[in-house]
């Protein structure tokens, strides 16, 4: 036999199947006629693995189910959008219940990707449809079951909610025994044990790692005579890694950098992320996020200025996460001020992650200043200063841009203002040098104070950018630049997250 036939993450467990404690409850639902199932549960609980194998076992082939995932139907915004698209039929709801009866349950896996309307329809269409004797299972990733189709007393005894939560100890001992023993090895007790820890009882991250371990050995398939095996995890690591990352990585580097319109408190978003990931455990309090991430700084005001950027965070984590499609990961519960892994899957593989990566993609500044770069330039040069700013926030960079600042410099003294961010807010400054720049009163304001914080600064400040040749009183002739009709936004672009790089 394959190894892949015996542990496999991504597929159905036919070889490995072992029942769940609800798996009785769950079959007697679906024998009851009329009866509507939900169930949810974390990524990787086996939830749409218990509803295949109740099906084969009850006898019930695909030609009587309709799988719907919703992953592909996100879009749709309400029941008869879904169905018309689906069966590719007129948006009617009686035409689409006609074509509902013709098979004995509609599946709708990953039903928490659907939009609340679509949800919110669907639901209060269960009551109707359990007279019509259509019924669905609906599956997906929620705190509780009640949670996916929300919690209505008139759909009461036509739903049987089940939650699934992680698996017991003797589960996975019973999933890994069947599995080594069809494959003629044998794990010691000791690299069980780790298995079950590492794992946190997750089925699929059981698999993974008994794959990969086998794999280690150069197993791949059924052998001869009985061998066994002792593991040690931690060589295992970067394997296992590299199955995650691409689940997770790039998820993760978005959710760090926050919301682009709040650049003040870019860090601060990373910061939450990489204490959450450092810890062990699924919750998190803000109350412990704060004292170790707000607390511990000595400076009153700047400790003040942290603080202000942590609460900022929070109120703006639920829309980061929505923005992101990494609902089904966390959860911000603001009434029970608390952080929540909703997958365990990713609390493995925050276990695994060295956080330095993420820190490498997200370009965090350098303490004390709260862009990377603020960009000087005359009106007439706008178009290609938005281009510049384009770029350099695709790289991950903070960057000062006049018309974003809007809502912070209204009312302001803007004369106080500017020359905080030019004089103390920006790692660096770049200068659009072209015929209109010293033109400006605007433009020679941001100079002089952009060569009044070189004076202080220990590093280079002022970057220039030439779009021609003019010259600026001021700028020395000697100073290295940058010249537009050479090289490309993308190319300068580059240049810039490199030498941000170099400072942090």
Not at 17 to 34: D, L, M, N, V, W
Not at 247 to 253: E, Q, R, T
Not at 376 to 396: C, H, I, P, Q, T
Not at 471 to 496: C, N, P, Y
Request: charged share 30%.
């Amino acid at each position: 036999m394959e190894l892949e036939d015996v542990f496999n993450e991504a597929a159905f467990p036919k070889n490995t199947f072992i029942e769940i404690k609800e798996y009785p409850y769950i079959k007697s639902a679906i024998r009851a006629k009329g009866k509507h199932i939900t169930i949810s549960g974390p990524s990787g609980s086996g939830k749409t693995t218990i509803i295949s194998r109740l099906l084969l076992d009850e006898g019930i082939e695909s030609r009587d189910t309709l799988w719907i995932n919703a992953r592909e139907h996100a879009s749709a915004n309400s029941y008869a959008e879904l169905f018309s698209t689906v069966l590719k039929t007129d948006p009617d709801f009686d035409v689409i219940n006609d074509y509902l009866k013709m098979v004995r349950f509609i599946i709708i896996d990953d039903f928490h990707f659907l939009t609340a309307n679509t949800r919110s329809e669907i639901a209060k269409n269960l009551k109707l449809l359990h007279e019509k004797d259509i019924r669905f299972i609906l599956i997906g990733i929620s705190s509780s079951a009640e949670e996916l189709v929300g919690i209505d007393a008139e759909l009461g005894i036509r739903n049987d909610p089940f939650q699934l939560k992680t698996q017991s100890e003797e589960f996975v001992v019973k999933l890994i025994k069947l599995g080594t023993k069809l494959l003629n090895v044998e794990f010691d007790n000791e690299t069980i044990v780790q298995i079950i820890t590492a794992s946190n009882c997750v089925p699929s991250i059981v698999h993974v790692i008994c794959r990969m371990s086998l794999l280690s050995k150069n197993m791949t398939n059924t052998q001869a005579d009985l061998t066994k095996l002792s593991i040690t995890l931690k060589d295992l690591k970067d394997d296992i890694l590299r199955i995650f990352d691409s689940k997770y990585f790039n998820k993760i580097v978005a959710l760090t950098k926050g919301k682009q319109q709040a650049r003040s408190v870019h860090n601060t978003y990373f910061d939450i992320v990489a204490t959450i990931a450092s810890e062990t455990r699924s919750e998190i309090s803000t109350e412990f996020l704060y004292d170790k991430i707000v607390r511990p700084i000595p400076d009153a005001k700047e400790r003040g200025k942290k603080a202000t950027s942590f609460y900022n965070c929070l109120n703006n984590l639920d829309e980061i996460i929505a923005i992101n499609n990494i609902d089904d990961l966390l959860h911000y519960n603001k009434t029970g001020k608390s952080i929540s892994i909703e997958d365990p899957s990713l609390r493995f593989y925050f276990n695994l992650l060295d956080f330095n990566k993420v820190r490498e993609k997200v370009h965090v500044r350098t303490p004390g200043f709260t862009y990377d770069v603020a960009i000087s330039f005359a009106g007439e040069d706008r178009d290609y200063a938005k281009s510049l700013k384009v770029a350099f926030r695709e790289r991950g960079l903070e960057v000062f841009y006049d018309f974003d600042q809007q809502a912070q410099l209204w009312g302001k003294d803007l004369n106080k203002a500017l020359t905080d961010t030019y004089r103390n807010d920006a790692l660096f400054m770049v200068i659009i040098v072209s015929k209109s720049y010293p033109e400006k009163d605007w433009t020679n304001f941001e100079f002089a104070n952009g060569k009044d914080a070189e004076k202080i600064r220990p590093l280079e400040y002022l970057l220039p950018i030439r779009i021609d040749d003019t010259h600026i009183v001021g700028l020395k002739e000697t100073i290295g630049f940058i010249d537009s009709r050479k090289q490309s936004i993308i190319e300068i672009a580059d240049i810039l997250a490199e030498k941000v790089d170099q400072v942090a």
